[in-house]
């Protein structure tokens, strides 16, 4: 299955300055939670902010620049192309920034994982506008005293 996973911001801001904008330690294990064992597929600049392959995860980063020679780190040169990695080796995609590749990834993606969160947070990346009508709101935990939900959309 091929996935999208992030938490955006109630004005869609999802970074700034290279970093995630806000830190929330229920959205950090919910994360690692549901990508465990899969294939975390991100841009290079996501990959540097983290600064570590994931562990656990297959870790797959798409460059069409520059090969990353490190151990955990397997380098795409597209998103069609780390997909194929992924599915090859047997695991399901969870595509996990950044912005660039999220609106590449929504042409792809079965499910969406979404952290919603209430607030506005200042910011230079958002997450694209995706069309509500091509999916489904298959399930919301809402975490009102920490001001968010975790949402799952599939495709219809």
Known sequence: MICIIAAVAANGVIGAGGRIPWRIPEDMAY??????????????????SIGRPLPGRLNIVVSRSKKISEDGIVTAGSLPEAI??????????FICGGGSVYREGLSFAERLYITEL????????????FDHRKYRLIKREVHSDFGFSFCIYERK
Do not use: Q, S
Not at 84 to 93: F, H, N, S, Y
Not at 118 to 129: C, I, L, S
């Open 84 to 93: 194929a990695i992924a599915e090859r080796a047997g695991k399901d995609v």
């Open 31 to 48: 994360f690692r939670r549901i990508t465990m064992g899969g294939a975390v597929v991100m841009g290079r600049l996501t990959y540097e």
């Open 118 to 129: 209430r607030d506005e947070y200042a910011g230079d990346v958002r997450f694209p506008a």
